[in-house]
Every structure is written in structure tokens, then in C-alpha cells.
């Protein structure tokens, strides 16, 4: 490792107790640890409500990378760089403590005040924790300062406003790291260099020879114990505000003009802006919603959304969405991007399929649909890859065709080789680059889409539950594509 690689920073984690900190933050702070990124000059702070010595809290951090860490020697000296304090993020005195242990550790490992503040807590507090932050003198010191918010952020296009508000008047818009953890995912930032570093792909990546575009991001678990947050959210906000609309926004971008944060977000921003908005009539007939039922799949029995814990049990709040997005640009008129995304569904995947148009007239046998559709599909998890479907000739006699596969797989199927979403993510914020992390443009723009469709929802009827588990959706999700002429691409055998 050379010292180059080392960030320096002092890292406060508010929620430090719970379970996005134990599964994911200090794993990830281990990995960048152990690969030399974080060295000696770094502290974490964690603060939660609950009275916990350091030993306490350097016990869990240990624990919760006990699967990955080469040496308890090694964990021992990661663990250390942690400190606990307990805090009320809603009671001002509890902020003094806080920055009395963030000033000295400043000093002790020499931080230079570059200060991280993670909100790693429920989104009501992200307002009040900047604000004091701010107030009581945090971001005095030299050094640069970063907020990472984790999402939801907001519920609709007003509280996102007013969440941001809050913000701004602590942080300046490049200060704010917005996660979309999706956007870390090795396969989604090799979206830019599959489309911009192979002139066969982007010279095709347009609507005179592209059919349609498809992006699914199914799971197969329910909603299990985030029933509460759930029901007030839905599939739509959860995944679709967020996750897919990035996702679309990377795909239908224009080439930036230069790799860099400003320029991309330009472009994405570009997209977004092209995205059409539907209203009314548009919204029923573009967007499909759906809840599963109880039944059996995956060789057991199991329960309805409206059974789960903390869930309504007359909730009409979806756990599937399919929909039709069209792009109002030269590049992509005409070319609808397939999206869907949902939970107990047929088996676990995000993927994305790019389907380009058929030749003009099949020479081989007279039969267009003996020739297969060359498609490109981007694999994002769990497994990562691409894999381009072409026809070839069959070995032997005559002209027959056959399809055949080109396949790249980037890493094992359990993902070992490549570094966690957060790991990248943590680390880009240490470096300052914010380009995989969501700006106030795109979010702004992507509650807008939403808000038009979840208001023409509330105001409609549902026929819920309306999906089996195990399955991929509603019939109304097939029909969506069978009536332009299309159908989904399999994501799963089981479909
Ligand atoms: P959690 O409920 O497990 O943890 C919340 C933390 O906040 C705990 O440490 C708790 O002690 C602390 N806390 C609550 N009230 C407090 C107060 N008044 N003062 C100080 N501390 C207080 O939640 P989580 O699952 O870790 O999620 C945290 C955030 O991350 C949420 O915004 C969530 O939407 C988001 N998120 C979580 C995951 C995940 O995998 N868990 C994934 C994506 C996003």
C-alpha cells in the first residue's frame, strides 16, 4: 500500500446502534481499511441514544466484521479507531459532548478537520441533526465537510423540498452526498464505459436501432420486518423514485463531455428533464401496480402483504410496479424503456436488457421468428456481467441459424470479488467525488415523474392483492408489452 491512498477524515456515524451501520458501514470501513485507504489517521464516531462504553461498542464493530476481517489483530486495530458517544440527536446539550470528543480526536489522529457526518438514522432527523451541526460549530474547522443522507429523501416532490431546505442551510449542494446505493454497483457504473468506451455499442445506442429497453429489479423476499415504513412508501417511492430512474437516466444519457461529476450530472439531469411526464388517463395506461397475495412458492407457505407485521390490513399499497417510460429526445423517440421492479417475485435479479431491432428480412428461412433478437443484457446482481444474444450459422450442412451467447461474467455469483456498493460510495466521499451519488436536480425531477402518478393511483381503485409470490407480477405487467409487440426478457428460468 503506498500512503497516497490514505484518506484522512473523522467519521460520525448518527445511528451507529442500528442496522445499516452493523451490515453494511463497518463492513465497509473495514474493507477500505484493510485495502490501506483508511490507515492511521482516521476515527469513527458512533452515536445512538443508548448509554455504551468504547469497549462496547469496539466489541460490536468487531463482531459485525468477524466474517471478514483477516486477523483479530487486524480488527483490533480497526476497532480502535472507534469511539462511542451517547447522544439525543433531538437535545441540544447532547451535541456539546459530541463536539468535545470530535475536536480531540481531530487532534489525536491528526484529521487535518476534514469531518464526514453519516445519517445513517429515520430521514425525520436528517433536518435537525445538519441544523445543529451547523449551529454548534461542527464545520468551524479547516478542513472539508461532507454529509451522506441515506434515503428516503422525502415522500413526494414538497417534503423533499423541505428536507432539502433544511439542509441547504447547513451544507452547500456539493457538500451533500445523496446515497443511492444502487448507483456503487460495479455493474451500473460500468454502464458509462460499456456505452462510451466501444464505438459498436454507443453507435448503435439510439432509436434507429434499438427496439425497446427493459430494467428489472426484482426480489424474492416480502417485506419482512420494514412493514411499517413500507406501507407508507410503496414500491413506487422505495425503488422506482430512486434505484430505477437513475438507472434509466444512465442509460439515456447523452455522452458527457467530460467524465466528470458536473458533466455527467448534466447529462442525467438532460434525460430526466426529456423524461415525458404522464397525466391522468396516461398514468392507468403506462403504469401497472401490484400487491402480492398469501400462497406457496419457494417450498413453503406464505403470508399476503396485508398479513405481514405492521402492515394495513386493507393496505392498497403496491409491491410491484411495471411501467412504460418514454423519452422525449432525438435519440430515443419511439424507443419505450420497460421498467419493473417487486417483491415475493419469481426469483432475485437486476438486470437490464437492450433488445435491438430485427433485421430488415430474414434471408435463412423464411421464418423471422426463427432468427432470435440480438439483445444485450447488463447483469447488476446478484450475478455481474453482460451477455450479447447473436445468431450464427449451425455447424453442418445447409444455412440453418442458431443463437448463440457471448458471455462476460465480472465476478463469482455471490459477488465476492468486487467491492460492496458502499465500500465505493464511502470511499468516493472521502475523495470528493460526488458522481455517483444523487444531486437535488435529479431528485427533484424524479419526484416530480413520481408525484403525477402516485396522485392519479390515490385517487383510483385497486384490485389487491392481484399477484401470486413466486411469480413476476400481474398479467396487466405482460399485457403492458404484448401490446406494443413485445415481451419481457427473462430474468429468471422460473418465468
Ligand atoms: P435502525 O432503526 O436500525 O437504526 C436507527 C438508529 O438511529 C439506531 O442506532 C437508533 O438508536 C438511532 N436513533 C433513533 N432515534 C434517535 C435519537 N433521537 N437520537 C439518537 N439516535 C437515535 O435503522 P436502519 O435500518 O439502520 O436505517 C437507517 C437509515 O438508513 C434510514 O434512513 C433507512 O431508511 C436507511 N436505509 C437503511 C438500509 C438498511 O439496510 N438497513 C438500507 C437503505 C437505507
Keep these: 500500500m503506498t500512503d497516497n491512498l490514505e484518506q484522512k477524515a473523522l467519521i460520525t456515524i448518527f ?3 442500528g442496522d445499516l451501520a452493523n451490515r453494511k458501514l463497518y463492513p465497509s470501513l473495514y474493507h477500505l481499511f484493510s485495502k490501506g485507504y483508511l490507515k492511521k489517521n482516521f476515527a469513527v464516531i458512533g452515536t445512538a441514544r443508548r448509554e455504551w462504553s468504547n469497549d462496547f461498542f469496539r466489541d460490536k464493530v468487531k463482531e459485525s466484521i468477524q466474517d471478514i476481517a483477516t486477523s483479530s489483530a487486524e480488527a483490533d486495530e480497526f476497532a480502535s479507531h472507534f469511539y462511542y458517544q451517547s447522544h439525543d440527536v433531538t437535545n441540544k446539550e447532547s451535541y456539546v459532548s459530541l463536539k468535545t470528543l470530535s475536536d480531540s480526536l481531530d487532534q489525536k489522529y491528526d484529521l487535518a478537520g476534514n469531518r464526514i457526518f453519516y445519517l445513517a438514522m429515520a430521514p425525520n432527523f436528517f433536518g435537525i441533526i445538519a441544523s445543529r451541526i451547523k449551529s454548534e460549530g461542527f464545520v468551524d474547522t479547516k478542513g472539508f465537510h461532507r454529509l451522506i443522507i441515506e434515503k428516503p429523501f422525502g415522500h413526494d416532490l414538497e417534503s423533499a423540498k423541505e428536507l432539502n431546505d433544511s439542509l441547504r442551510e447547513a451544507f452547500h449542494e456539493d457538500e451533500i452526498y445523496r446515497i443511492d446505493h444502487y448507483l456503487g454497483k460495479e455493474m451500473i457504473q460500468n454502464i458509462s464505459v460499456i456505452r462510451f468506451a466501444n464505438s459498436i455499442i454507443e453507435s448503435l445506442w439510439n432509436n434507429r436501432y434499438i427496439d425497446n429497453i427493459q430494467v428489472t429489479l426484482s426480489e424474492t423476499l416480502g417485506v419482512e420486518d420494514r412493514g411499517r415504513y413500507y406501507d407508507e412508501s410503496g414500491a413506487l417511492r422505495d425503488m422506482v423514485q430512486n434505484h430505477i430512474l437513475q438507472i434509466v437516466s444512465l442509460l439515456a444519457m447523452e455522452p458527457p463531455i467530460k467524465l466528470s461529476t458536473k458533466e455527467i450530472r448534466h447529462e442525467k439531469v438532460r434525460a430526466l428533464r426529456s423524461l415525458r411526464v404522464y397525466e391522468g388517463e396516461e398514468v392507468l395506461k403506462n403504469f401497472i401496480r401490484g400487491q402480492y397475495s398469501a400462497g406457496h412458492a419457494f417450498g413453503k407457505e406464505l403470508k399476503g402483504y396485508r398479513e405481514e407485521d405492521n402492515v394495513n390490513p386493507e393496505s392498497n399499497t403496491e409491491t410491484f410496479v411495471a411501467a412504460k417510460l418514454l423519452i422525449d429526445n432525438f435519440r430515443w423517440t419511439g424507443v419505450p424503456f420497460y421498467i419493473r421492479t417487486g417483491k415475493r417475485l419469481a426469483g432475485k435479479a437486476t438486470q ?92 427533484s425531477l424524479s419526484w416530480n415523474f413520481i408525484d403525477h402518478v402516485a396522485d392519479v393511483w390515490k385517487g383510483t381503485d385497486t384490485h389487491f392483492p392481484n399477484y401470486k409470490p413466486g411469480t413476476m407480477g400481474p398479467d396487466e405487467a405482460d399485457e403492458l408489452l404484448t401490446k406494443d409487440g413485445f415481451s419481457w426478457f427473462k430474468v429468471h428460468e422460473e418465468e
Excluded at 436488457?353 to 428461412?365: Q, T
Excluded at 444485450?376 to 450459422?393: A, C, M, R, W
Excluded at 461474467?409 to 458502499?422: I, K, L, Q
Design 352 to 443: 437490464i436488457a437492450i433488445r435491438f431491432k430485427d433485421v430488415p428480412m430474414n434471408l435463412f428461412s423464411g421464418d423471422m421468428a426463427a432468427l432470435g433478437g440480438n439483445v444485450l443484457v447488463i447483469h447488476i446482481q446478484p450475478n455481474e456481467g453482460i451477455t450479447l444474444h447473436l445468431n450464427v450459422k449451425k455447424p453442418g450442412q445447409g444455412m440453418e441459424t442458431m443463437p448463440v451467447n457471448l458471455n462476460y461474467a465480472h465476478s463469482s455469483p455471490d459477488g465476492m470479488n468486487t467491492p460492496e456498493a458502499y465500500e465505493k460510495l464511502i470511499l468516493d466521499c472521502l475523495r470528493g467525488d460526488a458522481t455517483y451519488f444523487s444531486h437535488w436536480d435529479e431528485v
Design 15 to 17: 445511528g451507529g446502534t
